[in-house]
């Protein structure tokens, strides 16, 4: 009944709303169950393998398996229904799906129903909202707790009560939990009452807002945040700075050159003019809450320099690359749109005031600028289906155009790194461009396939075979390199992973077989079988030879015939069905 009442006073909020959440939805679940499992996502994976509930619980790996939580997960998906692509991903999934509905709802009493509507629409269509809730980290879920919780903190401002004070407590503990640099974040809000008390009393004027919490109830809250992180992480960040916390932290060196890249990535377009909007509209939108809602409007402009100060203070590794920065800072991309839509719809009101702007074409123009982000994102070039890869840094790292003419170079490569892994289209084996031409759309089997994304070339043929892609392993591959204690590297293979699992029964995914299980290829509808015996240009430089390549081949050869093509890279079989 009550939503049906807010419907009949604002249809306009209620469709809108209800557009962004299907917008959202589709963008986080179109081809999803499609993807390959890959790169980072199998640092907490490989890190749970062998360890007891405790152990995860009080430990984690710097790098890679830095999330408690999502840690825990995946040992109880391993001990009950199994390890697969979707329940792997899917507390992403869900923070992503909740940021789009809950961070609207929650924004309305703050910033008004108009401002809302863009907002909502907005966080549909972000491509690092997007992109980070379609793969098993913890982004989307930082994202999320840590945008509600500064929402519970300016609500708990502007009305008081126990609920939004919990709240703000328990999402700010939550946010933290899943990576502890969103403790910036979270602080945000308090150092924002401190400040606004001490410029209170040096103007000797009232509280910033009547009716407010104390000072003392603020230390309260701090008080239950800071015990509820000490009994949820401490023990962990103890053994982690005792072993491998300074490989990351006090690591790195941060880059003018990455700012244009965290530019792009905030506003989800490569295209200059509407990045210059966006911000633009940013700046109008702080200006805009400064002014309406004082202690709002300073919080969320304060966490930009808190964030880079933070950022200068810890120097994370690979700090000088514009995915990595904004990883860390993933709360301020909603906080970005929050000012987004305010700026959006304060030009909307003066152009409305001094041209007579009628509310239709109001809502038109705002549409149309939020269109033309997402239509010159990334989005659009990564939803091409077959696309078995659309978390792979090519897509994700940059938001222009694609120059397919050379493959992925990521900028998380060390200044020192030499070899050339970067492919031609020209190095590329034939056999793709003619399995284009054939009619049919069977998926293919590719193997090997290295975890990281800057040695990972399969997303690159994909573009040219423009078939579905599987990706198979093999059980019995022991490498002297690849794996340490508690940590992956990008020339790791996903076989030296999946050779650790006492219980194969536990591998239930979808997109990656077994090679010996032809049964499981055939009921898949596998038709090519492709061995890479070595991969163009120097990425078979990074990673040592597979010792299984030639018992494989030798056992499809026998169990399929001669190779249906070969040459000097691929080696490729036939899969009679």
């Known amino acids: 009944m009550k939503l049906l009442r807010r419907w009949k006073q604002e249809p306009a909020f209620i469709l809108t709303l209800a557009v962004a959440l299907l917008a959202g939805l589709w963008l986080r679940c179109y081809l999803l169950m499609d993807q390959v499992y890959a790169d980072d996502e199998w640092h907490g994976l490989y890190y749970v393998i062998g360890k007891s509930p405790f152990w995860l619980l009080t430990h984690f790996s710097i790098p890679g398996a830095t999330c408690i939580p999502l840690n825990f997960y995946a040992w109880v998906l391993g001990a009950t229904t199994g390890w697969s692509e979707l329940w792997l991903r899917l507390p992403s999934l869900i923070c992503g799906i909740l940021c789009v509905v809950i961070g609207p709802l929650l924004a309305r009493e703050l910033i008004g129903s108009r401002r809302t509507m863009w907002l909502g629409l907005l966080l549909g269509i972000a491509p690092v909202l997007v992109f980070y809730s379609r793969v098993c980290r913890p982004y989307s879920a930082v994202a999320f707790t840590g945008f ?42 308090m150092m924002m009452v401190l400040g606004f008390l001490a410029w209170s009393r040096w103007r000797r004027g009232g509280p910033p807002v009547a009716g407010g919490p104390s000072f003392r109830q603020w230390l309260m809250v701090a008080l239950v945040f800071v015990v509820g992180i000490a009994v949820l992480v401490l023990p962990a ?142 989005l659009p070039q990564c939803y091409l289906p077959p696309n078995n890869f659309t978390n792979h840094g090519a897509y994700q790292h940059h938001y222009g155009a694609i120059d397919w003419r050379y493959s992925f170079k990521s900028g998380l490569t060390p200044a020192d790194f030499t070899l050339n892994t970067v492919l031609r289209a020209d190095e590329v084996s034939p056999f793709y461009a003619s399995l284009a031409r054939q009619p049919g759309d069977h998926p293919i089997l590719e193997y090997p396939m290295m975890i990281g994304d800057h040695f990972n070339p399969l997303y690159y043929y994909q573009y040219f075979h423009r078939r579905p892609v599987l990706v198979g392993y093999a059980l019995d591959v022991s490498l002297p390199r690849g794996l340490a204690a508690g940590n992956i590297y990008g020339n790791t293979y996903i076989d ?15 997109n990656l077989l077994s090679m010996d299980d032809l049964a499981a290829m055939r009921r898949h509808g596998v038709e090519y079988v492709v061995l890479h015996k070595s991969f163009e240009a120097q990425l078979t430089g990074v990673a040592l030879p597979l010792p299984d390549l030639k018992r494989l081949y030798d056992f499809y050869q026998t169990s399929l015939g001669k190779p249906f093509y070969e040459d000097d890279h691929v080696a490729v079989f036939h899969l009679q069905n």
């Open 148 to 189: 509600v919780a500064l929402l519970f903190a300016a609500r708990w401002l502007r009305s008081g009560g126990l609920r939004p004070a919990l709240l703000f407590a328990v999402a700010g503990v939550v946010a933290v939990y899943f990576h502890l640099f969103a403790a910036v974040t979270v602080a945000a809000p």
């Open 237 to 378: 960040l103890i053994h982690s700075i005792q072993s491998t916390f300074f490989t990351i932290a006090l690591a790195g060196h941060l880059s003018r050159q990455s700012l244009p890249g965290v530019v792009e990535l905030f506003s989800g377009t490569g295209q200059p003019v509407l990045q210059a909007l966006f911000w633009l509209l940013l700046v109008v939108g702080a200006v805009d809450q400064c002014r309406r809602n004082p202690w709002f409007g300073w919080m969320l402009v304060s966490l930009y320099p808190l964030h880079a100060f933070a950022l200068a203070l810890a120097r994370p590794d690979c700090a000088q690359s514009a995915i990595v920065l904004t990883r860390y800072c993933i709360p301020l991309v909603p906080v970005s749109l929050v000012l987004v839509a305010c700026g959006l719809q304060t030009v909307l009101e003066f152009l409305a005031a001094h041209a007579n702007l009628k509310p239709v074409l109001q809502t038109m123009a705002a549409v149309a600028i939020i269109s033309a982000l997402a239509l010159t994102g990334p």
């Open 496 to 510: 030296q992973v999946l050779s650790l699992v006492d219980q194969p029964s536990k591998l239930r995914f979808r």
